[in-house]
């Protein structure tokens, strides 16, 4: 079983952070942190709330396990989950 599969079957709240034809980043809160995962299902990073933030408005970047480095502000708008949903995943609602 991947990682992305067993925190969606413990029902961690995820999200689509990124998607082009298909989940490129995805998002799992586990605490209060972010857990993000890449397409080929492997850990790119855990942030926390604050370093979720910069990686969402700011320029800090996050590396797949190809080694590509994504910058979310610089990525496509239709990529990207609509504005009001991502503010409810950020908000720690369950």
Same mark, same amino acid.
């Given at each position: 079983m991947s990682l992305l599969? !067993?925190?969606?079957? !413990?029902?961690?709240?995820c999200l689509e952070l990124l998607n082009f034809e298909?989940?490129?980043l995805t998002a799992i809160k586990v605490e209060n942190n972010?857990?993000?995962i890449d397409q080929w299902n492997k850990l790119?990073?855990?942030l926390t709330f604050d370093q979720m933030l910069h990686f969402i408005y700011d320029y800090n970047s996050i590396t797949d396990s190809s080694g590509k480095k994504w910058i979310y502000p610089k990525e496509s708008k239709e990529a990207k989950p609509k504005e009001e949903i991502l503010l409810d995943f950020l908000s720690f609602k369950n």
């Amino acid at each position: 079983m991947s990682l992305l599969q !067993n925190l969606k079957e !413990n029902q961690f709240p995820c999200l689509e952070l990124l998607n082009f034809e298909g989940p490129v980043l995805t998002a799992i809160k586990v605490e209060n942190n972010f857990v993000i995962i890449d397409q080929w299902n492997k850990l790119c990073s855990i942030l926390t709330f604050d370093q979720m933030l910069h990686f969402i408005y700011d320029y800090n970047s996050i590396t797949d396990s190809s080694g590509k480095k994504w910058i979310y502000p610089k990525e496509s708008k239709e990529a990207k989950p609509k504005e009001e949903i991502l503010l409810d995943f950020l908000s720690f609602k369950n």
